[in-house]
């Protein structure tokens, strides 16, 4: 059974930054994309960023510049650094995972609340 477990959450005030960390873990030969989404209460959810295994990333516009998308797929992991948090970050942020065990299945974690204080 593959999970994914979010972590690096918080209340950050408006200006500052946080670190989300998104472990996977089971039996996993690979992984290919590993994006990042975020859902606001009442709004739909959204692709942040995402990381392809060869590292090839993509941003929403509203974060570009401001956060850094990165994995490390020996430790199967994916982190998202936040800088200059602004109160429309405020979501909780969900990872997703394109994995292959025995099949090719796509994983989200339990989420992580991000809330930035004005």
């Known amino acids: 059974q593959v999970q994914l477990v979010e972590s690096g959450g918080g209340l950050v005030q408006a200006g500052g930054s946080l670190r989300l960390s998104c472990v996977a873990s089971?039996?996993?030969?690979?992984?290919?994309?590993m994006p990042w989404y975020r859902q606001a209460p009442g709004k739909q959810r959204e692709l942040v960023a995402s990381?392809?295994?060869?590292?090839?990333?993509n941003y929403a516009d509203s974060v570009k510049d401001r956060f850094t998308i990165s994995r490390d797929n020996d430790k199967k992991t994916v982190y998202l650094q936040m800088n200059n948090l602004n109160h429309e970050d405020t979501a909780a942020y969900h990872c997703?995972?394109?994995?292959?065990?025995?099949?090719?299945?796509?994983?989200w974690g339990q989420g992580t609340q991000v809330t930035v204080s004005s």
């Open positions: 997703n995972a394109d994995v292959i065990t025995n099949s090719w299945t796509n994983y």
């Open positions: 089971g039996i996993i030969y690979s992984i290919n994309d």
């Open positions: 990381i392809a295994r060869l590292e090839h990333t």
